[in-house]
């Protein structure tokens, strides 16, 4: 009987993304069924994947923690109630087999048994050879111990080893699919994998992160002072942020379309540090209240301000992923250089329409002049979190070398992902792109930032070369980054 794993969870086993095994799927005409593939047809996709290893998928896991600035999770594990019924269910499915194949050999001891009599009761010759060739038949194929190196073997008892470790979770009506590990929350773990579920506080109070349960099991796992009603509690609705998943979960949850479905929100944070990135720009970390943390699409912008009372938009440089610690450019000037850790700054936002069309399956372009690779830095950001299948380029045009401040962790991108291409600029024009084999721009959308001469010069040049105006996404930096005094 052939065995069969969601692609989802097939993607894991075997250290991929989703997308990347459903391409290689398409390109080698391999049929699934209902989401799902046969352990053969994926090993002969991955015939020689590490079994025990989820080398690629770990390695872009680790570019993605590092890009985001993700603070590292105290415990990676379970907990040992959740750890407890999983292997409880696992024991339940275990003893559910063993009866079953118990039954079979039995049912199979008897047909033997019974063919074997009239054999010995000189059936007809014909009938006689059809029934030793039968006997035969099945003295070959009986089950016998499986070879503890069959790769099907190894593939399905790595899987046993994941349903374990973590919990596969998926969101209607719009068929998000995401891992939870270790103890994080419903809503915890869809935020780190680029989820826009509605919530507010996070810590039980405000009630906006109601979902229902449609299938599987989840466990509280913090007090909520929200009161569910007895009417809310008999449809099996919780609150993610307050419950992790037992088992693999089918959830029912609102999630943000665009801009207007997020709230203006005004948030007290606090320095948390500042980097040198190169001479001229600094990178300004902030960190919310836990229980107060920024919701926020990736590209969008908010307006802080400052201990001493300057105001200024600022695109913000980090992904909605990690959604308490910010991440903003700022330039290098000797106010600036006054900022301190523990700093008080007010983020006003978000706002701004520099955003990822999710829905498309174009080429993205990436164009960055300078500081502007702040925003763009956010949309490749969530384009990794989730699990994105469009092939991105991304080039980024400064006057010298040293501008290129993020040279490394685009690199390592670069090196990360698949479908991603970096190509660094310096001093050359846009019209470079002719030269580099980027694909047609009508099969494009491209994201563009940097100052406002720069994106009319390459607006024009784009538009001049068929890219669909409605495929153009553009946001401008300022000049002055925080250089406003109120």
């Known amino acids: 009987m052939s065995q069969r794993l969601p692609i989802f969870r097939a993607a894991r086993l075997v250290g991929v993304s989703r997308n990347t095994l459903q391409k290689k799927i398409r390109q080698q005409g391999i049929n699934t069924f209902e989401g799902s593939i046969e352990l053969s047809d994926l090993l002969t996709l991955y015939p020689k994947a590490d079994l025990g290893h ?36 696992l024991g339940h499915d275990l003893a559910s087999t063993q009866r079953q194949l118990s039954q079979y050999q039995n049912i199979l001891n008897q047909v033997v048994k019974r063919l074997s009599s009239v054999k010995a009761n000189q059936a007809q010759n014909e009938i006689r050879q059809q029934i030793l060739s039968l006997l035969h038949w099945i003295s070959a194929n009986r089950p016998v111990l499986e070879d503890p190196t069959d790769p099907e073997q190894d593939l399905l008892a790595h899987n046993t080893v ?41 810590n039980g109070n405000c009630g906006l992160c109601k979902a229902r349960v449609v299938s599987g099991e989840v466990r509280k796992i913090q007090h909520h002072d929200y009161v569910l009603s007895e009417a809310e509690k ?6 993610l ?136 830095k956010s949309l490749i950001e969530h384009a990794m979190a989730i699990d994105e299948s469009a092939t991105m380029h991304l080039y980024w045009l400064a006057e010298k070398q040293e501008d290129l401040y993020l040279n490394n962790l685009c690199r390592s991108w670069n090196d990360a992902l698949e479908d991603f291409q970096y190509h660094p600029i310096i001093g050359e024009d846009i019209t470079l792109l002719e030269n580099v084999g980027h694909p047609n721009l009508q099969d494009c959308d491209v994201y563009i930032s940097g100052g406002k001469n720069n994106i009319n010069e390459t607006k024009e040049w784009l538009l001049g070369n068929n890219l669909p105006q409605e495929q153009l996404f553009i946001h401008t930096t300022g000049e002055q980054p925080i250089s406003e005094s109120t």
């Open 234 to 239: 008999n449809m099996n609705y919780i609150l």
């Open 162 to 202: 994941l349903r374990v470790m973590s919990a596969h979770i998926k969101v209607l009506p719009s068929n998000h699919e995401y891992w939870l590990e270790g103890n994080s929350s419903l809503l915890e773990a869809a935020v780190q994998s680029g989820l826009s579920l509605n919530y507010g506080c996070t």
């Open 241 to 376: 942020c307050s419950c992790t998943a037992v088992s693999d979960v089918v959830i029912e949850a609102l999630e943000a379309k665009d801009e207007k479905d997020i709230p203006h929100q005004e948030i007290a944070t606090r320095i948390k540090r500042i980097d040198p990135l190169n001479d001229n720009i600094m990178a300004l970390h902030l960190q919310t209240p836990r229980i107060q943390r920024l919701r926020f699409f990736a590209g969008q912008s908010a307006t802080l301000k400052l201990p001493d009372g300057r105001i200024a938009d600022f695109p913000i440089a980090s992904c909605p992923c990690d959604d308490r610690n910010l991440l903003f450019h700022i330039v290098n000037t000797e106010a600036n250089q006054q900022l301190a850790k523990g700093d008080e700054v007010i983020v006003n936002g978000p706002h701004g329409h520099f955003l990822l069309n999710e829905h498309s399956k174009r080429t993205q372009l990436y164009i960055a002049y300078g500081i502007g690779i702040a925003p763009i």
């Open 54 to 89: 989820d080398t690629e998928y770990e390695r872009v896991q680790h570019i993605k923690a590092t890009a985001f600035a993700r603070r590292v999770r105290e415990r990676i594990m379970p907990d040992a109630e959740t750890l407890s019924i999983r292997l409880s269910d």
